[in-house]
């Protein structure tokens, strides 16, 4: 039986029609909306992108259209779910009047859904814009200083304490951290939090800085970061954000003035690590800001089948190193999910060596359940 016809129909439905139909709790702003995932769990492992209409869930490490998504949430046959999302039988005659209708409202929906996705990235990197214009180098004594020494960098703090930057990193000495409070039937921002901020620009391959990473700071707490709760929900705040478009961008923490190696860990304190305990000559070390940013999307086998080890070299918002680059090093972190954690990294470097001829990739191991830095501050006590 030919199904393009209920396949066409089917995708006319987009994945966060189906999620918000299901009912499934999902954020409510932005072109990536979070959510537990209705199969497994957690928080936010669940993701859709609005623009692009693809979903992923990290933990079941699956993802596609919207047919794949009825498939994998409800087991069914590529079949079922499209008779599942039309509801109609693939049997059934099509009335060529109502596909035309379902499809003009579709292409309706999709370029609205794009605006409103547009938008909202222009607002995050305004906003993104904003913070790095109230962010500053790193001053002697300074915010920034103290939490590199608390991680056990003191040879990077030397290096503010000197006056000689080495890092690219910037500091907000007071910063007031907002949250929107709903108040009868408008939303009020309310300033829950006055403290120091450790900044890193997110920059793109082509050098915009477009997003920001923000490491909120205390330096009371065991770690230096801020621990607050959320006044609304009791639940911590995270002690770090980003905003702004960060696709394919990297922090790029130092660079010398001819590199030909290129460090990527997961984290700042990470990637600052490799730098102080493993300096190398003509080496870069850049913060890869999330995994999935540094993995990109996952590619398909020579028989067409989905492989989380391959990158899908059609994705042009993934991290790709720089032209210079002949050796890529991945810092493989050891307190996350291992098998997933793997498969992003093969991806990341194996993205770089397709896309750049003649560079060698390599993936670097901290010890089991460590972080580089845990091993460093450890190491230090
Ligand atoms: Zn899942």
Redesign the pocket.
């Known amino acids: 039986m030919n199904l393009d016809h209920l396949k066409n129909e089917a995708q006319n439905t987009s994945c966060i029609d189906w999620a918000e139909r299901q009912g499934w709790a999902i954020t409510k702003r932005g072109n990536d909306r979070f959510g537990p995932?209705p199969?497994?769990g957690g928080t936010d492992?669940?993701a859709i992108n609005i623009s692009k209409n693809v979903w992923l869930?990290r933990?079941?490490d699956v993802g596609g259209d919207v047919i794949k998504l009825v498939q994998h949430m409800e087991g069914l046959d590529y079949k079922s779910a499209l008779e599942r999302i039309t509801g109609r039988k693939a049997a059934e005659p099509i009335d060529p009047a109502r596909e035309a209708e379902l499809k003009a409202q579709a292409e309706q929906d999709r370029l609205a859904r794009e605006r409103v996705a547009n938008r909202y990235r222009q607002d995050q990197i305004r906003s993104a814009r904003r913070i790095m214009n109230l962010a500053r180098l790193p001053k002697p004594g300074g915010p920034v200083e103290a939490y590199l020494r608390k991680r056990g960098l003191d040879k990077l703090a030397d290096t503010i304490a000197q006056g000689r930057f080495k890092i690219l990193l910037r500091e907000i000495e007071r910063f007031e951290r907002k949250i929107p409070v709903k108040n009868g039937g408008k939303v009020e921002w309310i300033t829950i939090d006055e403290c120091p901020v450790m900044v890193g620009e997110i920059i793109k391959p082509n050098d915009d800085l477009d997003a920001v990473h923000m490491t909120f700071l205390d330096p009371t707490t065991p770690k230096g970061k801020r621990e607050k709760a959320d006044p609304n929900t009791g639940n911590p705040l995270p002690s770090k954000i980003m905003k702004g478009s960060k696709k394919s961008g990297a922090i790029r923490l130092y660079t010398p003035s001819a590199p030909t190696r290129l460090v990527v860990g997961e984290g700042i304190e990470t990637t600052l690590t490799a730098l102080q305990e493993a300096y190398q000559p003509n080496t870069a070390y850049w913060c890869g800001a999330d995994l999935g940013n540094m993995a990109g999307a996952a590619g398909e086998d020579e028989n067409g089948k989905r492989c989380n080890h391959l990158p899908d070299l059609n994705d042009d918002e993934a991290f790709v190193p720089p032209a210079w680059c002949k050796e890529l090093v991945l810092l493989r972190d050891g307190d996350s999910d291992s098998k997933k954690t793997d498969n992003q990294l093969q991806r990341c470097g194996r993205r770089a060596m397709a896309l750049r001829p003649g560079l060698v990739a390599k993936i670097a191991n901290a010890a089991d359940g460590k972080d580089f830095n845990d091993m460093l501050v450890e190491g230090a006590e």
């Open positions: 995932c199969l497994c492992r669940f869930c933990q079941c």
